[in-house]
């Protein structure tokens, strides 16, 4: 396996740090690393000319841009706007003020400068891991004779019909796929591993694709606005918390 990565720092002591962490994670794994670096955000954006440029992005929180402080949430946002939320970001800085404002672009993690190897070596494993579930599939059958293949990280929301508990609808970012004869309870067991939580009791969400929540609703990367219920609403928080740090 070869990942695509950028490293972002407009220092050499943090280029050459995560150069060689991924080295020594590069020998113990046998992953390889094809490494774009880059001394300020600018011209990390410039290289972005497509969605799927980078599997990981490693980005400093605060570097200047001609004298001018920038820093690295503003970055993921214009990422993210792309869109491109597939993209793994793992913030290297020594400023945990910012921690919080990550979770707003889907940070992967958040990392110190001065984190040990096992600690890094722990962060790839689970990221790795996300980027491997990416490629699974689901199959949906709409029609007696027509089948679907979707990327699961490609589907935004998964929804019952009012009245209709077995006509279940798939979204994605361009179409929606509607099936008969599934439950939308055991998808949400089939697809707890895969970053999907209620948000309510007739709409899995997938955590790839909120960008933003509020006490009652979410919102989606469609730009759809999801209700939270009571019921569900300390299951989805805790399970966002948890998922923030792998995706």
């Given at each position: 396996?070869?990942?695509?990565?950028?490293?972002?720092?407009?220092?050499?002591?943090?280029?050459?740090?995560?150069?060689?962490?991924?080295?020594?994670?590069?020998?113990?794994?046998?992953?390889?690393?094809?490494?774009?670096?880059f001394?300020?955000?600018?011209?990390?954006?410039?290289?972005?000319?497509?969605?799927?440029?980078?599997?990981?992005?490693?980005?400093?929180?605060?570097?200047?841009?001609n004298?001018?402080?920038?820093?690295?949430i503003?970055?993921?946002?214009?990422i993210?706007?792309?869109p491109?939320?597939?993209?793994r970001?793992i913030y290297?800085?020594?400023?945990?003020?910012?921690?919080q404002?990550?979770?707003?672009?889907?940070?992967?993690?958040?990392?110190?400068k001065?984190?040990?190897?096992?600690?890094?070596?722990?962060?790839?494993?689970?990221?790795?891991?996300?980027?491997?579930?990416?490629?699974?599939?689901?199959?949906?059958k709409?029609?007696?004779?027509?089948?679907?293949?979707?990327?699961i990280?490609?589907?935004?929301?998964?929804?019952?019909?009012?009245?209709?508990?077995?006509?279940?609808?798939?979204?994605?970012?361009?179409?929606?796929?509607?099936?008969?004869?599934?439950n939308?309870?055991?998808?949400?067991?089939?697809?707890?591993?895969?970053?999907?939580?209620?948000?309510?009791?007739?709409?899995?969400v997938?955590m790839r694709?909120?960008?933003?929540?509020?006490?009652?609703?979410?919102?989606?990367?469609?730009?759809?606005?999801?209700?939270i219920?009571?019921?569900f609403?300390k299951?989805?928080?805790e399970?966002?918390?948890?998922?923030?740090?792998?995706?």
């Amino acid at each position: 396996m070869i990942l695509k990565t950028a490293i972002c720092d407009d220092e050499k002591e943090g280029i050459e740090c995560i150069n060689r962490l991924l080295e020594n994670y590069c020998i113990d794994t046998g992953i390889e690393f094809s490494k774009s670096v880059f001394n300020n955000p600018d011209d990390l954006l410039r290289s972005y000319t497509s969605p799927g440029v980078y599997d990981i992005i490693f980005l400093d929180v605060e570097m200047p841009v001609n004298g001018i402080p920038k820093n690295g949430i503003d970055t993921a946002k214009a990422i993210r706007n792309i869109p491109d939320n597939d993209v793994r970001l793992i913030y290297i800085s020594n400023y945990p003020a910012y921690m919080q404002m990550s979770f707003d672009v889907q940070a992967s993690q958040y990392l110190d400068k001065n984190i040990s190897y096992e600690r890094f070596h722990s962060v790839m494993d689970t990221i790795i891991q996300g980027i491997s579930h990416d490629s699974a599939l689901m199959r949906v059958k709409t029609g007696p004779d027509q089948w679907n293949l979707l990327r699961i990280a490609d589907i935004i929301c998964i929804s019952s019909f009012i009245g209709k508990r077995d006509l279940i609808s798939f979204c994605t970012s361009d179409h929606e796929y509607v099936e008969s004869g599934r439950n939308i309870y055991t998808l949400g067991e089939t697809l707890k591993d895969q970053h999907f939580v209620f948000a309510n009791k007739n709409c899995l969400v997938n955590m790839r694709h909120v960008i933003q929540f509020t006490h009652n609703s979410l919102q989606l990367s469609n730009l759809e606005y999801i209700e939270i219920s009571r019921h569900f609403r300390k299951q989805f928080i805790e399970q966002f918390s948890k998922s923030i740090l792998i995706i």
